[in-house]
């Protein structure tokens, strides 16, 4: 693996980290909207995911198609520039449902399993 495609995938992990960390004592989206500071500070390290997709090659990419890295970048530039018309229920689904998966295939790739 290239050393820009370890930073950008270990640049992800950093930030799935922290989402995980802001939202481990939360246990509904109802909890996850009300908690203004978790939610801002997720956010924010999807755009960082967003910007470390950015920086994976094509080729990384395209050898790796099981992860929607179109959906990823799409949802950095939602939440960048369209912060207004997020919908908070769909943020805590991938939160709990998407980000488990994608820290796993990072770890593969990084050989930390």
């Not at 939610?39 to 090659?57: H, K, P, Q, S, T």
């Not at 990419?61 to 799409?74: A, P, Q, R, Y």
């Not at 912060?83 to 770890?107: C, H, M, R």
Request: hydrophobic letters at 45%; glycine letters at 2%; aromatic letters at 10%.
């Amino acid at each position: 693996m290239s050393k820009s495609n370890e930073l950008a995938l270990l640049s992800m992990l950093e930030a799935i980290d922290k989402i995980h960390r802001f939202t481990a004592d939360l246990n509904s989206w109802e909890a996850f909207k009300d908690d203004e500071e978790s939610f801002d500070a997720c956010l924010m390290n999807f755009v960082v995911i967003g910007e470390a997709v950015l920086r994976l090659e094509p080729s990384f990419i395209e050898t790796n198609s099981v992860i929607e890295w179109h959906k990823i970048k799409g949802f950095r530039n939602l939440s960048a520039h369209d912060y207004f018309g997020i919908d908070t229920e769909e943020v805590w689904d991938i939160v709990t449902n998407k980000i488990p998966s994608l820290k796993a295939f990072i770890q593969e790739k990084l050989n930390m399993t």
